[in-house]
């Protein structure tokens, strides 16, 4: 039932892309103006709920996919940070067997685990990346339109520079994914599955052991399988997170919930270092979206509001990233 139903979503989904107006094919506009950002409802690192007011901004349809970064790296012969060996100055604290090309996978457990541990489920593969995202026998030939994924800060960031690009704010991602519906829990709105349809790849059944895969997905799932925002955007909830801008830092610390800000840019790069950690020199951007293995048992952050800190090093099988662009409005 749920194979059906993502069927009849993508073919929605290429019908709405082939009638895509406007200046910048593959790209949206998003109208600036005030919206209510985090939410009082749900985890408490997104609270307070404040009102934000952001200009407005092209940004990608879809997120960056494997044949798109593919080209950009078949240009530039650019490297990965997954792929290089981390310098072991920077990592004191490692053994240095574990120094290799690695990134994080995740692997299902073949029994039930606790929950507090996310190593439990979280593995450092050797010989992981873009190209091969369970590790090196696996690959990325049938997933030419799939998310890119174990890319870190610095690569996104490589990719948005040679294609002219930028990255959003937590702010301008949010609102972007929001769709028009102000202070709606889903980016769709009130329900997580209308009529019951799934509007996101996440994850039905028990995480991390038991996946129904309603919505037919158990990884990622092609770009555009999922039905469009009001915003006419696919997939900013779900499938894979998105690297934003922002260093991260307690909404409590910049929000007044009395006041509007503007054009907000995060915190500073020290704050955001994670006071609770023993090597703490790897500073956090914010994640937005949630992905394919957020699951109502575990992680219910396939929310607009949801956020999570990610060290700007990090890699994973479950994270990726879309560009915008600050610019003229369609004219
Ligand atoms: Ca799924
Ligand atoms: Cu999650």
Redesign the pocket.
């Known amino acids: 039932m749920g194979t059906k139903t993502n069927r009849r979503n993508r073919e929605a989904a290429s019908v709405r892309k082939g009638a895509e107006l406007g200046d910048r094919p593959g790209m949206h506009w998003i109208p600036g103006g005030t919206f209510l950002m985090g939410s009082d409802v749900h985890y408490p690192e997104e609270a307070p709920a404040h009102r934000v007011t952001v200009d407005g901004f092209w940004i990608d349809t879809c997120a960056v996919t494997n044949k798109e970064f593919g080209r950009f790296v078949a240009v530039t012969g650019y490297v990965t940070v997954a792929e290089r060996s981390p310098d072991p100055a920077d990592y004191p604290d490692a053994d240095p067997a574990l120094l290799a090309p690695s990134s994080s996978v995740f692997v299902k457990p073949p029994h039930r685990v606790g929950l507090n541990n996310p190593y439990n489920w979280w593995t450092y593969v050797a010989g992981a990346q873009w190209r091969h995202p369970q590790g090196p026998a696996s690959s990325i030939v049938k997933r030419a339109d799939h998310p890119v994924v174990h890319v870190a800060w610095e690569d996104v960031e490589a990719y948005a520079r040679w294609a002219g690009k930028e990255l959003p704010t937590e702010a301008e991602w949010e609102v972007a994914a929001r769709g028009g519906l102000d202070g709606a829990p889903y980016a769709w709105g009130d329900e997580l599955t209308p009529n019951g349809r799934w509007m996101a790849?996440?994850?039905?059944g028990e995480f991390p052991i038991h996946n129904t895969?309603d919505?037919g997905?158990?990884g990622t799932a092609p770009v555009g399988s999922f039905p469009a925002n009001g915003y006419g955007l696919h997939d900013m909830i779900g499938n894979v997170w998105e690297w934003t801008t922002d260093w991260y830092i307690p909404h409590s610390s910049i929000a007044h919930s009395c006041c509007t800000v503007e054009n907000p840019r995060g915190g500073s790069r020290e704050d955001s270092l994670d006071p609770a950690a023993h090597q703490t020199s790897i500073p956090r951007k914010v994640m937005k979206g949630g992905s394919?293995l957020c699951s109502p048992n575990y992680c219910q952050r396939y929310r607009p509001a949801a956020r999570m800190p990610q060290h700007i090093d990090t890699s994973t099988s479950h994270l990726g990233f879309r560009c915008i662009l600050r610019a003229e409005p369609p004219g």
């Open positions: 790849n996440t994850w039905q895969l919505d997905y158990e394919h």
